[in-house]
């Protein structure tokens, strides 16, 4: 079963602690854009970081975690997110975590995750607003399909893959795969985020570990939703932060262009969808923790409005650059790939409008 | 998410949601939340004023008024936490609240903060109980958002002053008492400090009121002609020459009145259900995203004030993301209703009345030069 216990997270000191020793290690280690793909360098960075707690924050101690919420979990993504640190934390801590801890059968890997020993992603195929529509099937003990441009997959050890139950008409389950598993080929495959290094996945007659029916890890699906959110957040605040730089010292005309009405708008409007993400991001943190029955709204308001957050701080950022911008060598145009990418998993923001609409509809109708 | 709090701040809250539970049903306005610019004929805006001043009244006999008032002036004594949280339970009712939006949310606390002890002593238990209705004299046909470009004059004469010019866009002024004025009383020094906040009696035979008709078809705003009306040291509100400090900080109550509710997520949801058409639910979960979004921020500036802070960056972006979703509302709500989005109906009347949300009380583009200047720190043009 999912039902996760309400947590209080850790204490305001202990988080306050990760979050600085994350902001001093992101100052020394983080990058204006994602290193080049080396595997053995992923790895060395994935144990360093466990080591700093960043993985296992939100997980609890019998699985080697801090006990702490979900809250301080995506508060801690959201400040990874403002660098590009080479190493699948997103995937491996953000998006697979919260699935393998939801049921007993995941804590093996679980516990590997949390140590920074092991890799993880999720291939979940499309999320709706009525339920996920996967790309592979399930047969009771072994998984068929293709799932297209897995991020991280390239280096992943597990992958949470969603299915449907050839058995059960409808019924969407998740499985646990090992990518060294008989059965399955990892091809990677360019992609336009860096950061997460993609790789197609082929499953013929995988062998996979049953983790439940989706249906019933709904409130682990939302943990992995808000873990994206708090990353576009993250992501959101690093364009603002960077576009102000830039606006402030730039001159044309004879004047910074912050001074011009046109661009100081523009740096208003990226202000307010930060403070509206950060507001949602806040809020549905509270709300999974505190297992509030309005959780799942609050966690598709969140992801909304932080993807739209991102979006337009990754594009107006990038075009308040001007040409600088538009170079290879400059750090927007990675956020633009990572927004862009991040935007096709687990829901766009229509989807998760849509979800909040059907919900309100619903009830009491 | 709710906020934590003291054993007795929250029981003040649950002594107030009961107060209100038994009371406020009998004052419903059913489209209170979906009314801007009303168009009322002079009878029925009369009834509306009284009504507000009706609510006011049980509010002040039941210990409701005044929360942050101090006690020798009629009200309740507590702080800003408590004032704020009352709002946000009232809020939950659909009440007459905006005939007197002015005179409690603005006028109140600058008479509390920078009144002489006649003028509280005067107004602010008057105010509380109900009786008194104010306007406030701030725009000017050349002076809008730069409001401190005001020209109406007051000149010193004797030991008072004798003002002359024209004031528009005042809510209320037909109903209201008094009106607190933003006038000239230095015309050489720079703009922003030659200005006077003062107490202007508006029976004074030389003020006239006529309505100004609003887009929407309604006269709740007003032009107000000035014409040699005298005022004397005794109105002075603040100092002479200090009123810009004084409209200031009137206007910084405008970072509290942020209510969720102007997003009219319930009566869209009433419509949608009515009317179902295919990508409609997607639009109401963006209205009931933003709804949260901005509850989520009225959240953030209560827990400021409960730990006695300064509203953060949050409170100056909430007015945009509102009034953003009431035009994605009033952009639904015209598309679901056919050949009725053709007639005059309460939604046509709302589509018409939102872009009046993104002039008053500080334009779109004045939000934004103050989120520039401001909280981001970018250079004025």
């Known amino acids: 079963?999912?039902?996760?216990?309400?947590?209080?997270?850790?204490?305001?000191?202990?988080?306050?602690?990760?979050?600085?020793?994350?902001?001093?290690?992101?100052?020394?280690?983080?990058?204006?854009?994602?290193?080049?793909?080396?595997?053995?360098?992923?790895?060395?960075?994935?144990?360093?970081?466990?080591?700093?707690?960043?993985?296992?924050?939100?997980?609890?101690?019998?699985?080697?975690?801090?006990?702490?919420?979900?809250?301080?979990?995506?508060?801690?993504?959201?400040?990874?997110?403002?660098?590009?640190?080479?190493?699948?934390?997103?995937?491996?801590?953000?998006?697979?975590?919260?699935?393998?801890?939801?049921?007993?059968?995941?804590?093996?890997?679980?516990?590997?995750?949390v140590a920074g020993e092991a890799t993880a992603t999720v291939a979940l195929g499309t999320w709706t607003a009525t339920g996920l529509r996967p790309e592979a099937?399930?047969?009771?003990?072994?998984?068929?399909?293709?799932?297209?441009?897995?991020?991280?997959?390239?280096?992943?050890?597990?992958?949470?893959?969603?299915?449907?139950?050839?058995?059960?008409?409808?019924?969407?389950?998740?499985?646990?795969?090992?990518?060294?598993?008989?059965?399955?080929?990892?091809?990677?495959v360019s992609a336009i985020d860096h950061s997460a290094p993609a790789a197609d996945l082929d499953l013929a007659g995988a062998e996979a570990l049953l983790l439940g029916r989706a249906a019933d890890l709904g409130d682990a699906l939302d943990r992995a939703i808000l873990s994206l959110a708090a990353t576009e957040l993250g992501g959101a605040e690093r364009c603002l932060e960077l576009t102000l730089e830039h606006v402030g010292t730039r001159e044309q005309f004879g004047k910074v262009i912050g001074a011009f009405q046109a661009v100081a708008h523009q740096c208003a409007e990226m202000l307010v969808h930060v403070e509206s993400a950060r507001a949602a991001v806040e809020s549905a943190a509270h709300a999974l923790d505190a297992g509030s029955p309005d959780a799942a709204a609050a966690v598709s308001t969140a992801r909304a409005t932080s993807q739209r957050a991102y979006a337009f701080c990754a594009d107006t950022g990038l075009h308040l650059h001007g040409g600088i911008g538009f170079t290879w060598e400059h750090e927007p145009h990675w956020h633009l790939r990572r927004s862009w990418s991040l935007r096709s998993l687990l829901g766009s923001a229509e989807d998760h409008y849509e979800r909040i609409g059907l919900s309100i509809l619903e009830e009491g109708a | 998410m709710s906020l934590q709090l003291t054993p007795e701040q929250a029981g003040f809250r649950d002594a107030a949601r009961a107060w209100l539970a038994d009371h406020a049903p009998a004052y419903d306005e059913p489209d209170s939340h979906l009314t801007i610019f009303p168009a009322l004929t002079p009878d029925e805006e009369r009834k509306k004023v009284e009504a507000s001043q009706r609510w006011q009244r049980l509010k002040h006999d039941a210990g409701f008024a005044g929360i942050a008032v101090p006690a020798e002036l009629g009200g309740r004594g507590l702080g800003l936490l408590e004032n704020l949280l009352?709002?946000?339970?009232?809020?939950?009712?659909?009440?007459?609240?905006?005939?007197?939006?002015?005179?409690?949310?603005?006028?109140?606390?600058?008479?509390?903060?920078w009144g002489t002890p006649e003028q509280r002593d005067r107004h602010v238990p008057a105010i509380l109980a109900g009786q008194e209705v104010w306007c406030q004299l701030f725009s000017e046909p050349g002076a809008g958002s730069d409001l401190?470009?005001?020209?109406?004059?007051a000149v010193a004469d004797g030991d008072g002053w004798v003002v002359r010019g024209q004031k528009v866009w005042t809510s209320y002024a037909r109903d209201a008492r008094y009106g607190y004025l933003l006038a000239r009383t230095d015309r050489d020094g720079p703009k922003h400090a030659g200005?006077?906040?003062?107490?202007?009696?508006?029976?004074?035979?030389?003020?006239?009121?006529?309505?100004?008709?609003?887009?929407?078809?309604?006269?709740?705003f007003n032009e107000v002609f000035i014409d040699g009306a005298r005022v004397g040291?005794?109105?002075?509100?603040?100092?002479?020459?200090?009123?810009?400090?004084?409209?200031i900080s009137t206007l910084m109550n405008e970072r509290y009145a942020l209510d969720p509710k102007v997003i009219p997520v319930e009566a869209l949801t009433a419509l949608v259900r009515e009317r179902p058409r295919p990508g409609a639910a997607a639009r109401l979960g963006e209205v009931?995203?933003?709804?949260?979004?901005?509850?989520?921020?009225?959240?953030?500036?209560?827990?400021?004030?409960?730990?006695?802070?300064?509203?953060?960056?949050?409170?100056?972006?909430?007015k945009l993301v509102a009034?953003?979703?009431?035009?994605?509302?009033?952009?639904?709500?015209?598309?679901?209703?056919?050949?009725?989005?053709?007639?005059?109906?309460?939604?046509?009347?709302?589509?018409?009345?939102?872009?009046?949300?993104?002039?008053?009380?500080?334009?779109d583009e004045i939000m934004k030069n103050v989120i520039a200047q401001r909280v981001l720190g970018l250079p004025r043009s």
């Open chain 2, 148 to 153: 401190a470009a005001l020209s109406t004059a």
């Open chain 2, 323 to 363: 009034t953003d979703a009431q035009q994605v509302a009033a952009d639904l709500a015209m598309e679901l209703l056919g050949p009725e989005a053709r007639t005059d109906n309460r939604w046509t009347a709302y589509a018409i009345g939102v872009p009046g949300l993104r002039i008053g009380g500080g334009t």
């Open chain 1, 1 to 113: 079963m999912t039902t996760t216990p309400a947590s209080a997270g850790v204490s305001a000191e202990d988080r306050a602690d990760l979050l600085r020793t994350t902001r001093a290690w992101l100052a020394a280690h983080g990058g204006a854009a994602p290193p080049a793909f080396d595997r053995g360098q992923r790895r060395g960075t994935l144990a360093e970081v466990a080591a700093l707690g960043w993985l296992g924050v939100g997980a609890a101690e019998e699985l080697d975690g801090a006990g702490g919420g979900w809250g301080d979990h995506v508060a801690l993504l959201q400040l990874v997110a403002t660098r590009f640190v080479g190493a699948p934390v997103l995937s491996t801590a953000g998006l697979a975590l919260p699935l393998l801890v939801a049921t007993e059968r995941g804590y093996d890997a679980a516990r590997r995750v």
């Open chain 2, 86 to 113: 009352f709002n946000d339970e009232e809020s939950a009712y659909r009440l007459p609240l905006d005939a007197l939006s002015v005179t409690m949310g603005m006028v109140l606390p600058t008479l509390v903060r």
């Open chain 1, 137 to 188: 099937t399930w047969d009771g003990r072994v998984l068929e399909g293709r799932v297209l441009a897995v991020p991280d997959a390239i280096d992943a050890d597990h992958v949470v893959v969603a299915a449907r139950a050839t058995s059960t008409a409808d019924e969407v389950v998740l499985a646990l795969v090992a990518t060294a598993a008989e059965g399955v080929t990892v091809t990677p």
């Open chain 2, 233 to 247: 040291a005794a109105d002075v509100i603040g100092e002479v020459g200090d009123g810009w400090r004084v409209a």
């Open chain 2, 195 to 220: 200005i006077t906040a003062f107490r202007l009696d508006l029976t004074d035979p030389a003020v006239t009121i006529r309505p100004l008709r609003q887009a929407t078809g309604g006269a709740t």
């Open chain 2, 288 to 318: 009931a995203a933003a709804h949260r979004v901005v509850s989520a921020i009225k959240l953030r500036l209560l827990s400021a004030a409960r730990d006695g802070l300064e509203p953060g960056p949050e409170g100056s972006a909430a």
